[in-house]
């Protein structure tokens, strides 16, 4: 076999390591993929030496908000452009945002609309998965399918919130959309009536403080929504996705639910290993940077959460970046009297993600480098269905040079988002990833972005590994699937 030997771009001299493997050797890239890794390759017409560097697949993050309207009707403070230069400078080259539909919407105009405003803005490449609030006839016969087969093959419900929120029957319609039509369904998992119940109560009392929001939102609320969430996937015997798991009995209904044999995913975030419930109680309103749904927890539920990502329960570390600034826009839209149930909910992530894990997994020796690169980046690709494009070092040329020795105190100054503040001011973290190549494009250099903006590309999506599309064996409580065969085998 001959090797290309010109190259548009070598990485030489690197450690590589992916989500299996870790060694030395040469990267040669042209047109935009990787076409040797080896040793010895020449130089290419860009030569980068990576000695005593780490040289990792570019991030995915596959949850995020970006320019989108929440339920509570505040726009996020990153748009296309500004969330996906933040995402560059982390380490992230892949994002996978919403496309959020709100009652009344057509999800192919949600779509046209989401696709046009990132297409203007995005500097690396990005999906979407769909928000589905409004699971009409239209939308379960003819628009999600079409959009599956558009490459849109995955979407979020909602358990909680008044205006997103869907009953377990409408639930049960969009798994069975997603089973037959092979997309997989992540699941905001809390009890709407518990949130509701407490909070109104601490209302009463006049308890509006930003740390009741945590108090509302019960871990009890968490953990009974999850166990719906996978009563009601297993009865449809499909798989699901728990997306931000935060409390340790949500942590445990997750791994007893696979130590059944059943295909229940699930994801975790910076805020759930590095943030807690006491984050929420600081004077004034301070507390509501820190507020998020499900809200950070305890130290017992953080170390619950670390022993997840580390066996497997939980299989991908995402941001859930959601951009509010502390004002009128996002966390104060009712000034000195907003109480924790007008604050918008969310905190920002994108930038910091891999970096604060890198750090606080990797160099500290608790976690594997592997195991860094399962959670941030390939086990995303392979869910969601762009392995082997991206995710790992095979083909497509998405890359994260990391210095293993920077240390970098986070500040909001020196990131790229339009957040106005960091839930992680202050804290050091050890390793950066000081180069980023995305498509072959080095994008970050040096403290400096170099990529057009609109030059991120969007990714038609594959169906999920088969992994994900494994049927239960013999599952007693999939009988239903007997008398209504939807599998294309089935039938
Ligand atoms: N759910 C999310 O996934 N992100 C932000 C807020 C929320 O409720
Ligand atoms: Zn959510
Ligand atoms: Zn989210």
Redesign the pocket.
Known sequence: MTLPTEFDLTIRNGRISTASDTYHADIGVRDGVIVAIGSGLAPGKRDIDAAGRWVLPGGIDS?C?VEQL?GMGMMCADDFYSATVSAAFGGTTTIIPFAAQHRGDLLPEVVADYSKRAAEKAVIDYGFHLIVSDPTEQALKHDLPALIKSGITSF?V?M??ERMKLDDFQLLDVLDVADREGALVMV?AENNDMIRWVARRLAERGMTAPKYHAVAHTPLAESEATNRAVALARMMDVPLMI??VAGIEAVRVVHSSQALGLPIHAESCPQYLFLTAEDLDLPGLEGAKFC??PPPRDPESQAAVWQGLLDGTLQMFSS?H?PYRFDESGKLPKGEATTFKDMA??VPGLEVRMPLLFSEGVMTGRMTIERFVALTATNHARTYGLHPRKGTIAVGADIGIWNPERRVTISTAMLHDNVGYTPYEGREVQGWPEIVVSRGRVVVEGGVLDAERGSGRFLVRGTPEPVLRQRLNGNPNALVRKYFGSHPNDE
Request: net charge neutral; hydrophobic share 20%; aromatic share 12%.
């Open positions: 949850h908000h929440s979020k909602f909680t919130y905001h997306v931000h998020c749904s859930d959601a909910n969310g």
